[in-house]
């Protein structure tokens, strides 16, 4: 089987892009990473790119009078750098059906919280809000919906009485490192089989 060729988009840190940097380098995750992009062009991401010797661009919504022109921008870049597998890490732009069709089961994001509960985009915020005691987070396959595709790994994090969204999102964020370079590495070999809306983990091959 061919080498899995990522896309990473990020809008942010990127310490989620950095978790997948590092798991490759480790030899974890059987992939290269042929372009990060952003939204934004003051992304730490960018940089963590280019330490990594990764080309990476800034694609800024503002410059495109609406989001198919920006979506379009966005797989040209991808398409001709060869990707197989787009991973969303901190992307914070909702894709529209356009853009989720042309990569049609080859699109991962990884969301700061148990879903279905606490979709959007103040995950931790409504977690404290609503008073549940277990949040974490969610690998799943990005379908047309806001965050209601398939779910492929979960990982649980007690919350604390004294939490705060910053507290509780640093231990969710140690999980999202564990997890997200697991599942991309599940897909790399070939693991991950979508039955409806169940992902069957299938035995390693030996």
Known sequence: M???????????????????????????VDATIALVLTDKPDAYALTRAEKAGIKALCID????????????????????????????????????PYFVRHYAGRIMNIHPALLPSFTG???HRDVLAYGVKV???????????????????????????????????ARVLEQEHIIYPKAIQLYCEGRLKVDGRHVRILPAQK
């Open 2 to 28: 061919s080498k899995q060729v990522l896309g990473v988009l990020c809008s942010g840190r990127g310490t989620d892009l950095q978790s997948i940097i590092d798991a490759i380098g480790r030899g974890e």
């Open 61 to 96: 919504r503002k410059q495109f009078d609406g989001r198919q022109p920006f979506e379009e921008a966005l797989i040209k870049a991808l398409d001709e750098a060869g990707v197989t597998l787009v991973v969303l890490a901190g992307f914070m732009r909702i894709l529209t």
């Open 121 to 123: 985009a103040h995950a």
């Open 135 to 169: 949040s974490g987070c969610t690998v799943h396959f990005v379908d047309e919906g806001t965050d209601s595709g398939p779910i492929i790994l979960q990982a649980a994090v007690p919350v604390l009485d004294d939490d705060t969204e910053e507290t509780l999102g």
